[in-house]
């Protein structure tokens, strides 16, 4: 089964400009996930989709960051412009859904952004 | 508000000798909880989990962890760390309710001397 993939792996811009990263999901995973991992710190949600639908975008930084998943397959999340604390890493998760209890998450390899 | 704490940013062993890395949680209900591992340039792979049962879950890669809900610990131990241990550890807590969350903390870095 092949897993959560997502690209670039790297990629390095300048403040200001803007930035997309990609990521496609586990097949037949409805739920997936944009984290954000700054150095030194543990991942944070950012965003969280069911199918094409979101259910918690709470912390996401609604000015620059814009996330969309039209399908319900694979989703993209957007920088613009970017700005020099949104260097980090840009993890992308799914996992099942349904079933009641709690489903486990499955990563991807990341995406590292740094804003020079 | 749950929260996840790792008290040791980082830790050195030695080859050979045991491990173990801390993990408190502050969780209302029964937790969830994850112990994740993170090599440079890698994703999260999942090491163990505590859904309920046995307070003492086995895991991949000889890890084990032992939840005890009287400290709010999960705590993961190995007893022999070999070279290849050496990586980035974080624990999480699954906030279910309808849509399943990830909170974590803020990672262990584990250094291994020959």
């Known amino acids: 089964e092949a897993g959560v993939a997502q690209s670039p792996r790297y990629k390095i811009i300048e403040k200001r400009q803007s930035v997309a990263f990609w990521c496609n999901p586990i097949?037949?995973?409805?739920?997936l996930y944009w984290y954000q991992q700054i150095l030194g710190q543990g991942p944070k949600l950012l965003i969280q989709?069911?199918?094409?639908?979101?259910?918690?975008d709470s912390q996401l930084p609604k000015d620059r960051f814009s996330a969309e998943r039209l399908k319900g397959v694979d989703s993209t999340l957007k920088i613009q412009p970017a700005k020099l604390e949104d260097s980090a890493v840009y993890l992308c998760a799914s996992s099942p859904a349904g079933g009641g209890g709690y489903n486990e998450q499955f990563f991807g390899p990341g995406t590292r952004l740094t804003v020079l | 508000a749950q929260s996840v704490t790792q008290p040791d940013i980082h830790i050195t062993v030695s080859e050979g000798a045991s491990l173990e890395l801390r993990c408190n949680y502050s969780y209302g209900a029964t937790p969830y909880l994850f112990w994740y591992v993170q090599s440079p340039g890698q994703g999260l792979q999942l090491l163990l989990k505590?859904?309920?049962?046995?307070?003492l879950v086995q895991g991949i890669k000889g890890f084990e962890a032992e939840f005890k809900r009287s400290q709010s610990s999960f705590n993961l131990r190995k007893p022999s760390v070999h070279w290849s241990d050496a990586a980035e550890y974080f624990c999480a807590v699954g906030v279910s309710g309808g849509y399943n969350k990830l909170i974590f903390g803020a990672g262990t870095r584990l250094a291994v001397h020959p």
């Open positions: 097949s037949g995973h409805a739920t």
């Open positions: 505590y859904f309920s049962g046995d307070t």
């Open positions: 989709f069911q199918n094409n639908g979101v259910v918690d």
